[in-house]
């Protein structure tokens, strides 16, 4: 059984900060790309930040220059921190891991998404 789970998000000021961080458990071969993605109300589910196992990075026009995703693979863990936040960043977030495990196939897995608000 392989479960992502989150940190918890908060409340944080217009141009603050935060970080999130997703930790990958289970029966787990490896890691693929891992992915933050967010949903704001009534919007549909859009992609923030992706990292490759080799550590190529892919940014939303939106983010670039204020978020930066890592990882660590050692730990199963993906990380974003967020910098300069807007109020347009307020939403759920969801990590995603294409993970290789005990299935001997690679699957998509999510975490419960937590809640980022950010106030004017």
């Known amino acids: 059984q392989v479960q992502l789970v989150e940190s918890r998000g908060g409340l944080v000021q217009a141009g603050g900060s935060l970080r999130l961080s997703c930790a990958a458990s289970g029966n787990i071969f490896s890691i693929n790309t891992m992915t933050w993605y967010r949903q704001a109300p009534g919007k549909q589910r859009e992609l923030v930040a992706a990292?490759?196992?080799?550590?190529?990075?892919n940014y939303a026009d939106s983010v670039k220059g204020r978020f930066t995703i890592s990882r660590d693979n050692a730990k199963n863990r993906v990380y974003l921190q967020m910098n300069s936040l807007k109020p347009d960043d307020t939403a759920v977030y969801y990590c995603?891991?294409?993970?290789?495990?005990?299935?001997?196939?690679?699957?998509?897995?999510w975490g419960q998404g937590t809640q980022v608000t950010v106030s004017s």
């Open positions: 995603n891991a294409e993970i290789y495990g005990s299935t001997k196939s690679v699957l998509d897995y």
């Open positions: 990292v490759t196992r080799g550590g190529t990075t």
